[in-house]
């Protein structure tokens, strides 16, 4: 078992991530943004020492990335810059959460060598910080391990993404209005992206770059018939037929690596991490005060 810090314990993966290694028996630092700055060399001089570092901190939704470019290029690039650093300098391995960075594929399924092409300012931040991973655990000898979630969802997610938006307006009795119904995306539900990031923690190699997805797409039509058969409704669906400039339109993740190298693969197919977020969900609203399952 090793010693790990998690930053961004409180974020959406970290809530259901820190538990889990805990229940595996490693030994957990979880750390918040009350820590202070993760772009900050200061921060990370209060860390304790560990083996692993689990680098999970940083801005996340990509729309607010295009308003402020800038936050999302300090904290992303430089805060990965400073836990590399801290790394290098307490002899830890380093997992680094990246993300999507494919741009519109030239094929599917897609692989780790397949081009980057960073599409938004928020893809932008994690490719420059994977370029820093990689040049220290070439130059300078971090161990490293970049995983590349596709989209996540799952329990906790916050209302801006697609599957939340949904899903809450199904609570107040729909209609579900979305801007396009054709963009398909690998959905990846999060306790497959908790079980990949454990199976990195152990990873002792150099460096290496692992996609996390299902494996399959659905489109946007697709995942609000199967939200809506989970949660057995038949709400209206309405579509403004907007398409967003540079829309990608599918992808697909090839995770043989990750099966190969780390011994994972994803366990939920879309239904039953649907499914699974359903239990969650109203299982967190039974047990709040006054609460109750709809």
């Given at each position: 078992?090793?010693?790990?810090?998690?930053?961004?314990?409180?974020g959406f993966i970290g809530r259901r991530l820190?538990?889990?290694?805990?229940?595996?028996?490693?030994?957990?630092?979880?750390?918040?943004?009350?820590?202070?700055?993760?772009?900050?060399?200061?921060?990370?001089?209060?860390?304790?020492?560990?083996?692993?570092?689990?680098?999970?901190?940083?801005?996340?939704?990509?729309?607010?990335?295009?308003?402020?470019?800038?936050?999302?290029?300090?904290?992303?690039?430089?805060?990965?810059?400073?836990?590399?650093?801290?790394?290098?300098?307490?002899?830890?391995?380093?997992?680094?959460?990246?993300?999507?960075?494919?741009?519109?594929?030239?094929?599917?399924?897609?692989?780790?060598?397949?081009?980057?092409?960073?599409?938004?300012?928020?893809?932008?931040?994690?490719?420059?910080?994977?370029?820093?991973?990689?040049?220290?655990?070439?130059?300078?000898?971090?161990?490293?391990?970049?995983?590349?979630?596709?989209?996540?969802?799952?329990?906790?997610?916050?209302?801006?993404?697609?599957?939340?938006?949904?899903?809450?307006?199904?609570?107040?009795?729909?209609?579900?209005?979305?801007?396009?119904?054709?963009?398909?995306?690998?959905?990846?539900?999060?306790?497959?992206?908790?079980?990949?990031?454990?199976?990195?923690?152990?990873?002792?190699?150099?460096?290496?770059?692992?996609?996390?997805?299902?494996?399959?797409?659905?489109?946007?039509?697709?995942?609000?018939?199967?939200?809506?058969?989970?949660?057995?409704?038949?709400?209206?669906?309405?579509?403004?037929?907007?398409?967003?400039?540079?829309?990608?339109?599918?992808?697909?993740?090839?995770?043989?690596?990750?099966?190969?190298e780390l011994g994972w693969r994803p366990r939920?197919?879309?239904?039953?991490?649907?499914?699974?977020?359903?239990?969650?969900?109203?299982?967190?609203?039974?047990?709040?005060?006054?609460?109750?399952?709809?």
């Amino acid at each position: 078992m090793s010693s790990i810090l998690v930053t961004g314990a409180a974020g959406f993966i970290g809530r259901r991530l820190v538990p889990a290694l805990e229940g595996a028996g490693h030994r957990v630092h979880a750390v918040d943004s009350r820590a202070g700055d993760v772009a900050d060399a200061a921060t990370w001089a209060r860390m304790p020492a560990v083996e692993v570092v689990v680098h999970l901190a940083g801005r996340t939704f990509v729309p607010d990335s295009w308003a402020q470019p800038e936050a999302f290029i300090r904290s992303n690039v430089l805060g990965a810059a400073e836990a590399l650093g801290f790394c290098r300098t307490r002899g830890a391995r380093l997992v680094f959460l990246s993300s999507y960075l494919y741009g519109n594929p030239a094929r599917l399924p897609i692989h780790e060598d397949a081009p980057i092409a960073a599409t938004n300012p928020y893809a932008l931040s994690k490719q420059l910080a994977e370029e820093a991973c990689r040049f220290y655990a070439e130059r300078l000898a971090v161990p490293v391990t970049v995983l590349r979630p596709f989209n996540v969802y799952g329990p906790g997610q916050g209302e801006p993404f697609l599957i939340p938006h949904i899903v809450r307006q199904l609570a107040e009795g729909g209609p579900i209005q979305v801007k396009d119904l054709e963009p398909r995306r690998d959905y990846v539900y999060v306790d497959d992206v908790v079980a990949a990031i454990a199976c990195a923690v152990g990873r002792r190699g150099g460096f290496g770059v692992f996609n996390v997805g299902s494996g399959v797409s659905h489109s946007v039509a697709q995942l609000i018939d199967a939200i809506q058969d989970v949660w057995q409704t038949r709400a209206h669906v309405r579509s403004a037929g907007e398409r967003r400039h540079d829309e990608i339109m599918d992808t697909v993740a090839d995770v043989s690596a990750a099966e190969a190298e780390l011994g994972w693969r994803p366990r939920f197919g879309l239904r039953e991490g649907l499914a699974e977020l359903r239990r969650l969900t109203e299982a967190t609203r039974a047990a709040a005060p006054g609460g109750s399952v709809r």
